[in-house]
């Protein structure tokens, strides 16, 4: 019995993830949002609970900057374990590089480095700290 629980709670949690990737897609991020909301505390959902707290905060990004950090800091507290927060992490840094905001980019990707070595995304990090080291002056 227990094996059929587990069964339908995955097959719950994919059904939902899937709802919620459709809505990111289709640019509905009210949508993600309140998918999200609402399936994130669901036991059905707690192993796809990282990767639904990512897409809430990809949507998250496209609507204001308030619910953007408020996403960002709810995975970055929930999931500091999961590779995932160095996408994370490399996206926001790449965002501040853009907005020649580099010593905040810095700390970023300096986070990367010191927490999640072992990830493609540290090699990146590692890359853009050269560039910004070469190129600009930032506090340190």
């Not at 500091?80 to 980019?105: G, W, Y």
């Not at 927490?115 to 070469?134: F, P, Q, R, V």
């Amino acid at each position: 019995m227990e094996a059929v629980r587990t069964s339908d709670r995955t097959r719950y949690a994919r059904c939902i993830l899937t709802l919620v990737k459709y809505e990111f897609l289709a640019k509905h991020y009210q949508d993600v949002l309140h998918e999200v909301r609402t399936h994130l505390e669901d036991e059905r959902c707690t192993g796809s609970a990282a990767e639904l707290s990512y897409i809430a905060w990809a949507s998250a990004r496209e609507i204001d900057a308030a619910s953007e950090l408020y996403w960002r800091t709810l995975i970055l507290a929930r999931y500091s374990a999961n590779p995932m927060c160095a996408k994370l992490l490399l996206d926001v840094a790449t965002q501040e590089i853009d907005r020649q905001e580099f010593a905040a980019a810095a700390k970023d990707l300096r986070a990367i480095v010191d927490n999640y070595s072992k990830t493609k995304e540290s090699a990146d990090a590692i890359g853009m700290l050269k560039s910004l080291t070469n190129v600009h002056v930032y506090d340190k």
